[in-house]
Nanobody, 123 residues
Framework: QVQLVESGGGLVQAGGSLRLSCVVS????????MGWYRQAPGKQRELVAI????????NYLHSVKGRFTISRDNAKNTVYLQMNSLKPEDTAVYYC????????????????WGQGTQVTVSS
């Protein structure tokens, strides 16, 4: 069973930055397209950013374009999300998962989720 371990969240003021990390316990990580999802209280989980296995293709939720950057280190089985110019509306629990397709409507590949990492942005 895959394990997804997210970290790096915290409390930050609006305009601040955070870098999230997610370690994936899969030797096949390098062939997986990966994504970052988030879920705010009372809202559905949404896909925020995606990256192809080779890292050459990325896409973002419109509201985070220009502020968030997804990256990966295949040698470390890790995917990152650099979040700059954070806004209160970015407050959510952030999760990573593999994605089935390189679209912003992709469902997750794995049915299991990690514990997520809480990001709270104060105004």
């Amino acid at each position: 069973q895959v394990q997804l371990v997210e970290s790096g969240g915290g409390l930050v003021q609006a305009g601040g930055s955070l870098r999230l990390s997610c370690v994936v316990s899969r030797s096949t990580f390098r062939i997986l397209s990966m994504g970052w999802y988030r879920q705010a209280p009372g809202k559905q989980r949404e896909l925020v950013a995606i990256m192809s296995s080779g890292g050459t293709i990325t896409n973002y939720l419109h509201s985070v374009k220009g502020r968030f950057t997804i990256s990966r280190d295949n040698a470390k089985n890790t995917v990152y999300l650099q979040m700059n110019s954070l806004k209160p509306e970015d407050t959510a629990v952030y999760y990573c998962n593999a994605v089935r397709e390189l679209t912003m409507t992709s469902p997750p590949l794995y049915s299991t989720w990690g514990q997520g990492t809480q990001v709270t942005v104060s105004s």
